[in-house]
């Protein structure tokens, strides 16, 4: 759980008047996305898809930020409804897809096809025109198994995608997913991202993460939090 209240303050006094206020989320500067937060979770129950979306949308403002001639209304809506498809693979088989040393591209074929298929529907259903209702769902329909990017759009999705793995919360659900330890899965989680990315800027992103994951695993970092 993300630590929201502090447990002390050492300061000894309150500071945040001088602060400002905080900007719009996300979510109310794109009053879409939150309609179609509220249809598509329930088709992200699968492996912690849920969280995973919301982690990628994040890296995805991110990323449109730095590309400004990104079009936000394909980039934003085709990365929160990416992953909807796996609702229609068996929960159980959900992992053999993607595991090491296996993998099953039928079952990935399945979840973007199927991903592109609902969220047609669910973009419909929100009045988006069939010009942009299109080009989002051709951009789901190929986001893991196309390995090239036909659009820059495509290529911010894909990217955000990827990222993901490289946070922390990234790492711990890997971690669970095949068992392995913090440095295995940051290992695996950089075999499968540094050298997939699409942009620049979503690279510098990575080596940033990876930087931190790895300072994480020093010797001495762990040694600060065991019992003296």
Not at 26 to 33: A, D, G, I, R
Not at 69 to 76: K, R, S, T
Not at 119 to 140: C, M, N, Q, T
Request: with cysteine.
């Amino acid at each position: 759980m993300t630590k929201l209240q502090p447990e002390t303050n050492f300061y000894g006094h309150n500071v945040s008047a001088f602060l400002g206020p905080s900007p719009a989320t996300l979510f109310e500067q794109h009053p879409l996305l939150a309609s179609l937060w509220e249809d598509a979770k329930g088709y992200l129950l699968v492996r912690s898809n849920d969280a995973h979306t919301l982690y990628a949308v994040s890296l995805a403002k991110t990323l449109l930020s730095h590309h400004r001639h990104a079009d936000p209304d394909i980039v934003l809506p085709a990365i929160l409804l990416h992953d909807i498809g796996w609702s229609s693979v068996v929960p159980d088989l959900v992992l053999s897809a993607i595991a090491p040393g296996g993998g099953n591209k039928e079952l990935v074929l399945q979840h973007e096809k199927e991903g592109a298929r609902l969220a047609g529907e669910l973009l419909a259903k929100h009045g988006v025109g069939p010009d942009v209702l299109e080009r989002i769902s051709f951009i789901i329909d190929g986001h893991d198994s196309r390995k090239e990017s036909t659009s820059l759009e495509d290529s911010l999705v894909k990217d955000a995608d990827k990222l993901w793995r490289l946070t922390p919360h990234g790492i711990d659900t890997v971690m669970d997913w095949f068992g392995l330890t913090r440095l295995q899965a940051v290992d695996l989680c950089e075999s499968r991202v540094i050298n997939h990315l699409f942009t620049d800027t979503a690279r510098i992103i990575a080596t940033g993460l990876l930087a931190v994951e790895r300072a994480n695993l020093f010797e001495q970092r762990l040694a600060l939090d065991s019992p003296s």
